[in-house]
């Protein structure tokens, strides 16, 4: 069986960059609009497709025609005939809007409930547009800005202190006492439910924040989110939830229910196949405050920063406990050839840099440049990759 050169479509999202994505594809730079995210996979938005017999079909029909032959007999058996998870290149060069995903059962459950109030699946209001949770990882191609889980209440408090306005529509009291996660829900609800006053209470808070912005990156970001997105209390993020940096080859896993951001920079992203978003601020996009606070966890969340394990002479893996999918890096040389083992599942690899060419016993050798990506059937059997290359691969762990 042969491997698949993929065509795949990218999404011009606003926050988007235009040199990014161009530029890992070889394409003219700038491109002519945002270039925000580019899919790897079958997702229904924005499918990927193959060359057969010189006719560019969409990978779900190449995989409907042999299921367990393209996906393995283990992942046909454990996911049907559906592709597990969604592969992306992520550009970002505006702040994404602060967000979380629901866990299988809530999507099930929205994803109903929204069919059966007539919700069109592209209307502007609709939170569920798949059954499929979302859990996700994220591992960093350039230095990449995020926000992850609630920093401790009284973390948060601290910090916002300096900047709060006094007397204001809501205090921190609740916050500083908070017990068990109730006062960091309160308080999250009550800023982001704020009327009228919120549009003068968020100008006082940019502003002082803009006289600390040398004495911590947290008001740095207040500032860049309260002039990107004015009026908008979800400029409070870098203090309620934990900020990181990752440097390039670092990444963060993010479960269900767990809310974040992403700020800045390019990495590589990998999640089950879904587009299930519920959105709570950052975005002009519909905000879904009442089912995001259904589906939130409110409590301190400990930030593990991932590095990949070397499991072999030219690959590491990364650590996650998804059932969908798993992340690993390889990154042969002449000196040291990747060998795939013949018996795995389904994998997609993407090349961001350097050159080679990939062999397979029965079907000969293929190039491989920077911004290539492939599917790999499981039925293809053991391959070969040498050259001077990094790649990312997706597969099923």
């Known amino acids: 069986m042969p491997i698949y050169r993929l065509q795949n479509v990218i999404q011009p999202y606003a926050w988007g960059s235009t040199t990014a994505i161009a530029d890992l594809l070889g394409q003219p730079l700038p491109s002519a609009k945002p270039q925000a995210e580019m899919w790897m996979g079958t997702h229904p938005k924005g499918p990927s497709k193959v060359l057969v017999d010189g006719d560019a079909i969409s990978l779900q029909t190449l995989i409907d025609q042999q299921p367990e032959a393209i996906l393995g007999e283990a992942v046909y058996r454990q996911f049907g005939g559906n592709f597990p998870f969604l592969f992306k290149v992520l550009a970002v060069a505006s702040p994404l809007s602060i967000q979380a995903h629901p866990n299988a059962e809530q999507a099930r459950e929205g994803f109903a409930r929204e069919n059966q109030q007539g919700i069109a699946m592209d209307a502007p209001e609709r939170n569920y547009r798949d059954e499929n949770h979302k859990p996700e990882i994220i591992c960093a191609l350039t230095p990449f800005w995020a926000l992850n889980g609630f920093r401790h209440p009284r973390l948060a408090a601290e910090l916002l202190a300096p900047v709060w306005p006094s007397p204001a529509a809501v205090e921190l009291t609740g916050l500083k006492q908070d017990r068990q996660g109730h006062g960091l829900r309160a308080f999250f609800e009550a800023v982001m439910s704020l009327g009228d006053e919120k549009q003068a209470m968020a100008r006082i808070l940019r502003d002082k924040a803009a006289a600390l912005m040398n004495t911590s990156p947290v008001y740095r970001w207040m500032v860049k989110l309260a002039d990107a997105y004015p009026g908008d209390m979800g400029i409070l993020a870098p203090a309620l939830l934990n900020l990181i940096c990752l440097s390039p080859g670092q990444a963060l896993y993010l479960p269900a229910g767990q809310l974040h951001a992403y700020l800045q920079g390019t990495g590589i992203e990998l999640m089950a196949n879904s587009d299930n978003v519920l959105r709570g601020g950052l975005t002009p996009k519909h905000v879904a405050l009442d089912e995001l606070l259904r589906i939130v966890r409110f409590e301190a969340t400990r930030v593990d920063i991932l590095a990949a394990n070397l499991v072999g002479p030219a690959e590491s893996r990364f650590l996650c406990p998804a059932a ?29 840099a350097g050159k080679g060419v990939i062999q397979l ?14 599917l790999i059937p499981a039925n293809a059997g053991s391959y070969t990759i040498d050259g001077d290359l990094t790649l990312y691969r997706a597969f099923i762990g």
């Open 361 to 374: 016993a029965d079907t000969g050798e293929s190039e491989i440049c920077k911004g290539d990506s492939f």
């Open 324 to 352: 969908e999918f798993a992340l690993g890096v390889l990154e042969p040389t002449p000196e040291h050839p990747y060998h795939a083992p013949a018996r795995r599942s389904v994998e997609i690899l993407l090349c961001t």
